[in-house]
């Protein structure tokens, strides 16, 4: 029977299928584990499906989820489950059960309507999606107009899930050749083509040249050309002809005839002339030239090269000895590789030894826990039986008896002969056994140092009365506190039924995000009652996580959500000064963080003010030079106008300046009262200034020449860094650096841009056309504080805002009663907390601290 040969030609609809098929499993797959990881945390995930474990377990015997699924969800050491070894298919059954998502109105098996787009129903889509494209499909081919349509909707929805960085890889997919093996032949190809044009375009240059000699003759003097016949010319020199003849090349020692018919074998060449000349012409017409005996001449470029080839033999030796050496060195460390991967294997193979010998250790513990609460359960079960058969017994005996006796009867028996005494009733023990609450507690931490790491098992048993449902938490701490604040709130470990109980036993692990570094450790204190009492101080404004834990169970309503109020500041004073300490336009001001003095910078009145930490004026460099020689200052110090200053970390005054417009220069005045010119050959045109606090004190500069932000040496030798924002040709007015981020304003774009430590570019804080509080119209100065608000002279909209280093919003320093016409930069000076903001209005020169 003939059968069909089935045709595999690949076809533009075939590569439209495989393009499908990547978009859904490598793009959509990484957006839905975003996803994922964006409601449960990695470094929580094992925690999550311990919890959600027998809700898992229902799906698997359902078959929703498989045997190999259910092994990445449930490894042999837990704390490694990862998502990124979770499936599209195992993704979006976590997603529909163990996060809380409610279902789409469609459902999650159908695809939803176009309108709606909330995340339940993109995850709906590209689980529709995956299986419409290929798990369901008949043929692996798409023509043009259903690619197009699928594109564009599973590229919505992919934008929509991960945000707008999965646009570029989405798009790039789209465009790119889906064999690199045939994408690099063809650019071998182009490669090749290209040099071959070049080598073509080269000789036709040479032969053009050669063309336009033949056509010049007088551009060679003493040269001439006469064509014969094909393939034989004649080369002429006055008196002398040489036959250049295809036979005449083939003989190497024929002579060379002159006009005269002389023959002579000497080789002689004019140098000048770069022809073989006769013995008479050499003496007439090539009597003055410099000549040379060919002979002697190629005798000695023969020697040259063979110099040259018995170097080049000695180097291919040394090569081909190089390359045994490194086939060897190889060798050697593939082995090494193979010996190492063998050693991966013995020691994880003895890692998992021992943590199942632990395991059976900790059964035979836990075994014993159960046999021992076991026999105290039936012993006390025992001797309750016994009690109520002991009672059943002589009730039963007095029963009769009642029965048996009346009347006068009843009054002649004595109380001592009924079976049943009150006194018997109260000694009657009614208590029963409680078992103790069973947790086993763990956790695995990798320590590290200098050169090793080691994975470290920490696990415990806990016997315990404390019910951890009965567990109370009370107080402040977990409501809304304020930034600033020290907040508190106590935990109670209580027994089933409700009373005050103490365990030394008891475990009680509380994580709070958002708090100082020294205080994550120890803020937990035991009372040694069964009370433990938590204080913390939040570092920055917004929400926090408070997750409580005892004995390893969560409490109830764990974790909890608090709202920490952001740090509000209230007007302390007003500087403006007198005389020689008036300010006149202060542009920038720097505070020496050791020794408090603040240095001003006056734009228009050309100087630098110098104050110690209590405001009280030192003195003054720089100044108009006619003012200063009338005061007796001969030596007049002229700086031009400052523009930004700050103090380095030796004390001495760093500062850019005017002196001619649109040619800024940064200079130094020294401590020692030397004034240096030029600080750093890296600068171009520099703007502003600022000194780190750490990191031995680099310079950070705002560069208006090449429109880049420049971290120098503290001695302005070394460019160590220069980066700018992308797609942005504007200049950074200010620039601050904390906590490992650069906050850099940018007047014309209306916004702080910031950057981390190795310059990228993260995100904007603030842009104009934003709801009202939030926008930003030509932001100068900025500065960060210690509870982690990033203060903006919003110098547009005439006010101060404060921002958290995410960006978002907080509140506005600056209302109606205060009123700053022109705020143009901002400090932070004391210990973080105190807030220095300068107006450079026409009329108010002044300086405003907040507290």
């Known amino acids: 029977m003939a059968h069909a040969v089935p045709t595999v030609t690949s076809t533009n609809e075939t590569t439209n299928f495989a393009r499908l098929c990547r978009l859904l499993v490598d793009v959509a797959t990484q957006a839905l584990r975003d996803t994922f990881d964006s409601i449960h945390s990695s470094n929580d995930l094992h925690k999550v499906l311990s919890a959600n474990c027998s809700t898992l377990k229902d799906l698997k015997s359902k078959r929703i989820i498989n045997p190999i699924q259910w092994g990445k969800l449930f490894p042999p050491i837990p704390?490694?489950?990862?998502?990124?070894?979770?499936?599209?298919?195992?993704?979006?059954?976590?997603?529909?059960?163990?996060?809380?998502?409610?279902?789409?109105?469609?459902?999650?098996?159908?695809?939803?309507?176009?309108?709606?787009?909330?995340?339940?129903?993109?995850?709906?889509?590209?689980?529709?999606?995956?299986?419409?494209?290929?798990?369901?499909?008949?043929?692996?081919?798409?023509?043009?107009?259903?690619?197009?349509?699928?594109?564009?909707?599973?590229?919505?929805?992919?934008?929509?899930?991960?945000?707008?960085?999965?646009?570029?890889?989405?798009?790039?997919?789209?465009?790119?050749?889906?064999?690199?093996?045939?994408?690099?032949?063809?650019?071998?190809?182009?490669?090749?083509?290209?040099?071959?044009?070049?080598?073509?375009?080269?000789?036709?240059?040479?032969?053009?040249?050669?063309?336009?000699?033949?056509?010049?003759?007088?551009?060679?003097?003493?040269?001439?050309?006469?064509?014969?016949?094909?393939?034989?010319?004649?080369?002429?020199?006055?008196?002398?002809?040489?036959?250049?003849?295809?036979?005449?090349?083939?003989?190497?020692?024929?002579?060379?005839?002159?006009?005269?018919?002389?023959?002579?074998?000497?080789?002689?060449?004019?140098?000048?002339?770069?022809?073989?000349?006769?013995?008479?012409?050499?003496?007439?017409?090539?009597?003055?030239?410099?000549?040379?005996?060919?002979?002697?001449?190629?005798?000695?470029?023969?020697?040259?090269?063979?110099?040259?080839?018995?170097?080049?033999?000695?180097?291919?030796?040394?090569?081909?000895?190089?390359?045994?050496?490194?086939?060897?060195?190889?060798?050697?460390?593939?082995?090494?590789?193979?010996?190492?991967?063998?050693?991966?294997?013995?020691?994880?193979?003895?890692?998992?030894?021992?943590?199942?010998?632990?395991?059976?250790?900790?059964?035979?513990?836990?075994?014993?826990?159960n046999k021992t609460q076991q026999r105290e359960h039936q012993k006390r079960l025992e001797e309750l039986q016994s009690s109520a058969s002991r009672l059943k017994s002589a009730i039963d005996k007095d029963k009769d008896l009642l029965q048996q006796r009346g009347g006068i009867e009843i009054l002649e028996i004595e109380n001592k002969d009924f079976n049943v005494q009150e006194e018997e009733l109260n000694d009657v023990r009614m208590e029963i056994y409680k078992a103790r609450h069973v947790d086993y507690v763990w956790n695995y931490r990798t320590s590290k140092d200098a050169k090793t790491s080691r994975h470290i098992l920490e696990d415990q048993i806990i016997v315990t009365r404390t019910d951890v449902s009965q567990t109370t938490v009370e107080?402040?701490?977990?409501?809304?506190?304020?930034?600033?604040?020290?907040?508190?709130?106590?935990?109670?470990?209580?027994?089933?039924?409700?009373?005050?109980?103490?365990?030394?036993?008891?475990?009680?692990?509380?994580?709070?995000?958002?708090?100082?570094?020294?205080?994550?450790?120890?803020?937990?204190?035991?009372?040694?009652?069964?009370?433990?009492?938590?204080?913390?101080?939040?570092?920055?404004?917004?929400?926090?996580?408070?997750?409580?834990?005892?004995?390893?169970?969560?409490?109830?309503?764990?974790?909890?959500?608090?709202?920490?109020?952001?740090?509000?500041?209230?007007?302390?004073?007003?500087?403006?000064?007198?005389?020689?300490?008036?300010?006149?336009?202060?542009?920038?001001?720097?505070?020496?963080?050791?020794?408090?003095?603040?240095?001003?910078?006056?734009?228009?009145?050309?100087?630098?003010?110098?104050?110690?930490?209590?405001?009280?004026?030192?003195?003054?460099?720089?100044?108009?030079?006619?003012?200063?020689?009338?005061?007796?200052?001969?030596?007049?110090?002229?700086?031009?106008?400052?523009?930004?200053?700050?103090?380095?970390?030796?004390?001495?005054?760093?500062?850019?300046?005017?002196?001619?417009?649109?040619?800024?220069?940064?200079?130094?005045f020294t401590a020692q009262g030397e004034f240096i010119n030029r600080f750093s050959d890296h600068l171009v045109r520099p703007l502003s200034v600022f000194v780190k606090t750490e990191d031995d004190g680099q310079v950070i500069v705002s560069d208006v020449g090449d429109k880049k932000i420049k971290v120098l040496s503290p001695d302005g030798k070394d460019l160590l860094q220069s980066f700018s924002p992308p797609d942005c040709q504007e200049t950074a007015e200010f620039i601050v650096y904390h906590n490992r981020l650069f906050f850099a304003s940018y007047q014309r774009e209306h916004c702080v841009k910031v950057f981390n430590n190795e310059g990228t570019y993260l995100y904007d804080i603030g842009r104009a056309g934003v709801p009202v509080g939030q926008e930003l119209r030509n932001p100068v100065g900025v500065a960060v504080d210690k509870f982690n608000q990033v203060i903006i002279c919003d110098n547009g909209n005439y006010r101060v805002q404060a921002f958290t280093v995410e960006g978002h919003f907080l509140y506005s320093i600056t209302d109606e009663m205060h009123m700053i016409e022109s705020p143009w930069f901002a400090a932070v000076i004391g210990d973080g907390d105190k807030l220095l903001v300068t107006d450079v209005a026409v009329g108010a020169h002044c300086i405003y601290v907040f507290k």
């Open 79 to 369: 704390t490694t489950v990862s998502s990124r070894d979770f499936d599209t298919t195992l993704l979006v059954v976590l997603l529909r059960n163990i996060c809380g998502l409610a279902p789409p109105t469609s459902g999650w098996d159908n695809l939803p309507v176009a309108e709606d787009r909330s995340l339940e129903a993109d995850i709906a889509r590209l689980k529709y999606f995956r299986n419409e494209v290929f798990a369901h499909a008949e043929t692996a081919s798409v023509d043009d107009v259903t690619f197009n349509t699928y594109w564009r909707d599973i590229r919505e929805t992919v934008v929509r899930l991960g945000g707008n960085t999965y646009q570029a890889a989405v798009d790039r997919l789209k465009d790119e050749c889906m064999d690199p093996r045939v994408q690099e032949h063809y650019r071998t190809l182009l490669m090749e083509w290209k040099r071959d044009d070049d080598n073509l375009k080269e000789q036709i240059d040479e032969i053009m040249k050669k063309l336009k000699a033949l056509e010049n003759p007088k551009e060679r003097p003493g040269r001439k050309f006469i064509h014969l016949a094909q393939g034989c010319s004649i080369v002429q020199c006055d008196n002398t002809t040489v036959d250049r003849s295809e036979g005449a090349s083939a003989k190497k020692d024929r002579p060379i005839m002159c006009k005269e018919k002389y023959h002579y074998n000497e080789r002689v060449q004019c140098v000048e002339c770069e022809v073989p000349i006769c013995h008479k012409c050499a003496q007439t017409r090539h009597n003055q030239h410099l000549k040379e005996d060919i002979q002697q001449v190629a005798e000695e470029i023969k020697s040259q090269r063979r110099e040259i080839l018995a170097k080049a033999e000695e180097q291919i030796s040394i090569i081909e000895a190089n390359i045994k050496e490194q086939n060897r060195l190889m060798q050697i460390s593939e082995q090494e590789v193979v010996d190492a991967k063998n050693m991966v294997a013995t020691s994880v193979e003895c890692f998992v030894q021992r943590l199942r010998e632990h395991e059976v250790k900790t059964r035979e513990k836990l075994n014993s826990i």
């Open 475 to 668: 107080g402040r701490g977990l409501g809304e506190i304020e930034l600033e604040a020290t907040a508190e709130f106590i935990i109670t470990t209580r027994d089933s039924e409700g009373r005050k109980v103490y365990d030394k036993d008891d475990r009680v692990d509380v994580v709070i995000t958002c708090i100082k570094p020294e205080n994550s450790k120890d803020i937990v204190e035991d009372c040694k009652d069964g009370t433990y009492i938590v204080r913390y101080s939040p570092i920055s404004a917004g929400s926090l996580r408070v997750a409580i834990e005892v004995n390893g169970r969560p409490l109830t309503a764990s974790p909890w959500l608090v709202q920490v109020t952001p740090h509000r500041y209230k007007d302390v004073d007003r500087f403006c000064g007198k005389g020689l300490s008036a300010f006149v336009f202060p542009w920038s001001v720097a505070v020496n963080e050791r020794t408090g003095q603040m240095a001003i910078a006056g734009y228009s009145s050309k100087r630098i003010q110098l104050f110690d930490k209590e405001w009280k004026y030192e003195k003054t460099i720089g100044g108009d030079c006619e003012f200063q020689r009338q005061r007796g200052l001969p030596n007049a110090l002229d700086i031009g106008h400052p523009i930004s200053v700050a103090f380095l970390r030796n004390d001495d005054i760093v500062f850019s300046r005017e002196r001619i417009a649109h040619k800024e220069q940064m200079s130094v």
